[in-house]
């Protein structure tokens, strides 16, 4: 029974711990103590759960013993300060906070508030990218590190100081307004758009998807968008979100092992998430903008949903889409993306001659999709010997089981073929 139990809360807490984060720490004005009611919520669930069984509803189970504990902080909070305040003065001004009001506010407005909070400008950009990791998709302190290919104290050192920055600064907890919400939308869109990509791809453990982090990002483009309806890039970037995520099911086979993009079955898509996707592009291009790198995004994504087969993606329109997004967003990253789409418009030699200065990179030293997309076009050039040697190294640097068994297995047949 206990361990049923201990299975079901580490699930939730995946889920459940960003909400209850956010609306705690709206609620106290405080991550740290956010942060620490939010566990002591959990631990609270283990022991009543491993007694009583889980109840039929967790999470509001979960937010209501939040929000008591959350009161009874506040209060016993206030009633030190009054202490205080009787020993300073014949006559204290008793403060009253209206305790309901914080808490029927908008969840939705939480969530975006504690992902604006954690872009603050005073972060750095890593720390602010951290913290998102950490508090709105609930990731472990040693996922966060595999997610950057960092060492692990070295994250929770970025966590530590950023928490203290924004408490020493008194930063509130709430949607900035202006030029001060202007100043902030870049990062704001980085990270939402990286906690979607650990949902995409999971940098670690055996899933090869979490479509909760998905989910979760998309709920944060949608608000994005909300506040900001005539930005292109909120609306690339949820355009670029919900084309993606139209491929989830597809990804994924019926051992859990990933599917490549070209092998899957399209009628798995969800066409739901494909004509939204389309409908944002065209919203895009009703404001006649220059296109920014979501945008573009967005529309290399939206290349692959119009195409019914594989035979039909034009290749060729990518690898000019991703010209563009190279001189918009200059990056090894980018670049290796670009010599995929080269690759097949153009023949697997023309995407190896742009592989080749990448591989003396630092920044991508340990990427294992580096050797990956020079295994898949080596392969695609028969130069097999070569191509399971780079897979081979590709498993070696992957941290998520699923990508390393992938690649083991695209090795494998690499070996059979040079054997022949």
Not at 191 to 213: H, I, K, Q
Not at 218 to 246: H, N
Not at 270 to 298: E, F, K, N, S, V
Request: aromatic letters at 4%; proline letters at 5%.
């Amino acid at each position: 029974m206990s361990a049923a139990v201990d299975a079901t809360i580490a699930t939730l807490w995946r889920v459940e711990s960003p909400r209850l984060i956010a609306r705690l720490g709206r609620l106290v004005g405080d991550l740290d103590t956010a942060e620490e009611l939010a566990q002591d919520t959990f631990a609270a669930a283990i022991e009543k759960w491993r007694a009583d069984g889980i109840p039929d509803n967790p999470a509001a189970w979960l937010t209501t013993t939040s929000r008591y504990l959350a009161i009874d902080r506040i209060r016993r909070r206030d009633t030190g300060r009054d202490k205080l305040r009787t020993v300073a003065a014949t006559t204290p001004e008793v403060t009253e906070i209206d305790v309901d009001s914080l808490i029927d506010g908008d969840l939705a407005d939480d969530l975006l508030g504690l992902v604006f909070m954690s872009c603050h400008p005073l972060l750095a950009p890593d720390a602010r990218s951290a913290l998102v990791l950490k508090l709105v998709c609930g990731l472990t302190t040693t996922e966060v590190a595999n997610a950057f290919l960092t060492p692990e104290s070295t994250v929770a050192q970025r966590i530590v100081r950023a928490k203290r920055t924004l408490a020493a600064a008194n930063v509130r907890f709430e949607l900035p307004d202006g030029a001060d919400r202007v100043k902030r939308l870049d990062a704001v869109r980085e990270v939402v758009y990286l906690l979607f990509n650990e949902g995409y791809a999971a940098s670690s453990g055996d899933a090869w998807v979490r479509t909760d982090l998905c989910d979760e990002a998309m709920r944060l483009g949608r608000m994005l968008v909300e506040l900001t309806p005539r930005d292109p890039e909120s609306l690339g970037l949820l355009a670029l979100m919900e084309i993606q995520a139209s491929r989830l099911a597809a990804r994924v086979g019926p051992d859990g092992g990933q599917v490549l993009l070209m092998d899957q079955d399209r009628s798995r898509w969800d066409r739901l998430l494909i004509r939204r996707g389309l409908d944002l592009i065209g919203r895009i291009d009703a404001l006649r903008g220059t296109a920014g790198p979501y945008a573009l995004q967005a529309a290399i994504a939206a290349c692959h949903a119009r195409a019914a087969t594989p035979d039909d993606t034009d290749w060729a329109r990518i690898a000019a889409l991703y010209d563009g997004l190279v001189q918009v967003v200059p990056s090894p990253v980018v670049e290796l993306n670009r010599a995929v789409a080269v690759g097949r418009a153009f023949g697997p030699e023309a995407g190896l001659e742009i592989v080749g200065p990448l591989r003396s990179l630092p920044a991508l030293a340990n990427y294992h999709l580096l050797p990956a997309v020079a295994g898949d076009l080596e392969c695609a050039a028969g130069r097999h010997a070569e191509a399971r040697d780079d897979f081979l190294r590709a498993a070696s640097l992957a941290g998520n089981d699923r990508d390393r068994a992938t690649m083991q297995g695209r090795a494998a047949e690499c070996a059979v073929h040079s054997a022949s």
